[in-house]
């Protein structure tokens, strides 16, 4: 669990940012051409949707009405200020609550950076399953490691899968991959400045100190040893 203090700075990093996931534009454009809907009647969720940028743009981009659950009551207002300034808010709606209690399934699922909801990535993918309808799609992506980590890498970020397990965990939760993808380490690096601009905002000594471990922890030890993996399923 974090100390106040600490949830303050996380609070600051993700404040600043559109996703809070290594996600480039170029990627956000090839992932809004892959996950056009395939039918009619489609509904977009988000379980885990910080504050919301990736599902407003797939429910503008299809003209689409959905969901967004985040548990982050700031993410939660950031989000719902965002849909109303693109003339959304009255298709897209933002819940401030915990994924892992929603039952309401949809077409178009995204679930990034959030599997923790569930526990393990075995256990997200078993839960999205059910909440995927069939012939829709999931786009689904977190971390997973691309080389062994060290201790100290392993320390803080717990068992990870690599890519080629993440997919097989998807294919055994009952999905089939229509795309996979990692990351660059150039949306890594963006990703990682961009977080830690948001706490040296806040100016004092002790968000400075705690930027300087987050740069050291990134540039000394898990740089292009954590990677991003992006899975589009389909559930059979
Ligand atoms: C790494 S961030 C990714 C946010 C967003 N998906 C994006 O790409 O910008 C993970 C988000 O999941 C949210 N989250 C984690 N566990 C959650 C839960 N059980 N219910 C709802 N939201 C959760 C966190 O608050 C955080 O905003």
């Not at 548990?71 to 915990?98: I, L, Q, S």
């Not at 691309?146 to 939760?173: I, W």
Request: charged letters at 25%; proline letters at 4%.
């Amino acid at each position: 669990m974090h100390n106040d203090e600490t949830k303050a700075f996380l609070a600051a990093a993700a404040a600043g940012l559109a996703y809070n996931a290594p996600l480039g534009d170029d990627r956000v454009r090839d992932l809004n051409r892959r996950l056009a809907p395939t039918g009619t009647g489609w509904r977009a969720l988000d379980l885990g949707c910080g504050s919301g940028e990736l599902l407003l743009r797939l429910c503008t981009a299809f003209d689409l009405p959905g969901d967004g659950v985040e548990r982050d009551a700031a993410d939660v207002e950031r989000a719902a200020g965002r849909a109303k300034e693109r003339g959304a808010a009255d298709r897209v709606t933002f819940h401030c609550a915990n994924a892992a209690d929603w039952t309401q399934p949809a077409a178009l699922v995204v679930n990034v950076g959030a599997g923790y909801a569930w526990g393990d990535t075995g256990q997200a993918l078993a839960a999205l399953h059910r909440l995927t309808h069939a012939g829709g799609k999931l786009l689904f992506a977190d971390a997973i490691y691309r080389t062994t980590p060290s201790d100290e890498v392993r320390a803080l970020f717990g068992d990870l899968p690599d890519l080629a397990t993440m997919a097989q965990s998807a294919v055994a939760a009952g999905f089939r991959p229509l795309h996979i993808a990692e990351s660059t380490l150039a949306e890594w690096d963006d990703f990682e400045s961009d977080w830690r601009a948001g706490i040296e905002r806040l100016g004092t000594p002790a968000a400075r100190a705690f930027a300087d471990q987050r740069r050291a922890d990134y540039l000394g030890g898990y740089r292009d040893v954590v990677g991003f993996g992006w899975l589009i399923l389909t559930p059979v």
